[in-house]
């Protein structure tokens, strides 16, 4: 059974591009999650989709958006980047049965901004 | 705002003792609890959650949750070389609502 899958896992911007992240979660999983990872903030949420639709967000600013498709397959995508948005990306998908929130992550995107 | 407290460490424990690792939450909301293991380089793998008062076991590992006192730990039990790692307390308040994550505890098993 693949698990969860996020392309591209290494990337390097400028400071003012964009980048979009892709994630494609495991065959059956209807939820997917982003989290952003840094060295000192830890491990922070992003935001969630079901179905399409963003059921929760984080406390990111507006540069920071998403969208789910109809497979379940689920970008990120990060405008005007800053030297603060270097980290570690990670996408996590779950199967969302009521009252579980398991959730298994991928590999990750690592982004790097200069 | 919801925040996650993990002593940061380094935690050392000699190979084939108890591991016992702490974190306390802020929301009295919360409702599922998650025990996370994230080696260098590598993305966090699930290791057990819990939900209810007590203890929750899994092999080698037990986790115990106590909502009255906020706090939940893990205990590893026959530690070793491979169980080195960072390991991660996360909270929910459940259904959509995304996991509030402590920044971990830096875990090494001393041969």
């Known amino acids: 059974k693949a698990g969860v899958t996020q392309t591209p896992r290494y990337l390097i911007k400028t400071r003012g591009q964009q980048v979009t992240l892709s994630c494609s979660p495991i065959?059956?999983?209807?939820?997917v999650s982003w989290y952003q990872q840094t060295p000192g903030q830890g491990l922070q949420f992003l935001f969630e989709y079901f179905s399409e639709t963003q059921r929760n967000k984080g406390n990111f600013p507006g540069r920071f958006s998403g969208r789910q498709f109809s497979n379940s397959r689920s970008e990120m995508n990060v405008s005007t980047l800053e030297l603060g948005d270097s980290a570690l990306y990670l996408c996590?998908?779950?199967?969302?049965?009521?009252?579980?929130?398991?959730?298994?992550f991928g590999a990750g995107s690592r982004l790097t901004v200069l | 705002q919801k925040e996650v407290e993990q002593n940061s460490g380094p935690l050392s424990v000699p190979e084939g003792a108890i591991a016992s690792l702490n974190c306390t939450y802020s929301d009295r909301g919360s409702q599922s609890f998650f025990w996370y293991r994230q080696y260098s380089g590598k993305s966090p793998e699930l290791i057990m959650f819990?939900?209810?008062?007590g203890d929750k076991e899994d092999g080698r590992f037990t986790a115990q949750l106590n909502k009255a006192s906020q706090y939940v730990s893990l205990l590893i039990r026959d530690s070793q070389p491979s169980d080195s790692a960072t390991y991660l307390c996360?909270?929910?308040?459940?259904?959509?609502?995304?996991?509030?994550f402590g920044k971990g505890t830096h875990l090494i098993i001393q041969p």
């Open positions: 065959s059956g999983h209807r939820s």
């Open positions: 996590a998908s779950s199967r969302d049965v009521a009252g579980a929130n398991v959730l298994t």
């Open positions: 819990i939900y209810s008062n």
């Open positions: 996360a909270v929910s308040g459940g259904g959509a609502d995304g996991l509030t």
